[in-house]
């Protein structure tokens, strides 16, 4: 019995070490050329807050999408674990940019990974 489990918790270690380890893509999915914006994060979050209010004091179009709504939380965490990106705990608010996913930026790092993003 000690083997069986001893084997499952090697096992178990391996797959998620695969999973850190094995390939990942570093951009998400979108179409070239048409830049976005989307704002995952929470109404009662501060830092969600100033960077909506910065994004429009900057005349960027942008999608809000609220953390609490459960499906919303699904898609974003789909769309970090393909990146590799703890779900577990992490920052608001995430930032997509033209399939670039931000935790927590910097307002001049997001405009830089809008600006550069083909």
Do not use: I
Not at 79 to 89: E, I, P, R, S, V
Not at 90 to 103: I, R, T
């Amino acid at each position: 019995m000690k083997r069986l489990v001893l084997g499952l918790v090697v096992l178990l270690g391996l797959y998620q070490a695969w999973g850190k380890l094995g390939p990942r893509n570093e951009v998400l999915a979108h179409v070239p050329g048409s830049p976005y914006l989307v704002v995952y994060g929470r109404d009662s979050c501060g830092y969600t807050g100033q960077m909506r209010t910065e994004l429009a004091r900057q005349g960027m179009a942008f999608s809000y999408r609220q953390v609490d709504n459960g499906a919303v939380a699904d898609e974003l965490h789909d769309k970090m674990h393909q990146l590799g990106l703890n779900t577990a705990y992490y920052e608001l608010p995430v930032v997509e940019v033209n399939g670039h996913l931000l935790v927590r930026p910097e307002l001049d790092r997001l405009l830089q990974v809008y600006r550069n993003s083909p």
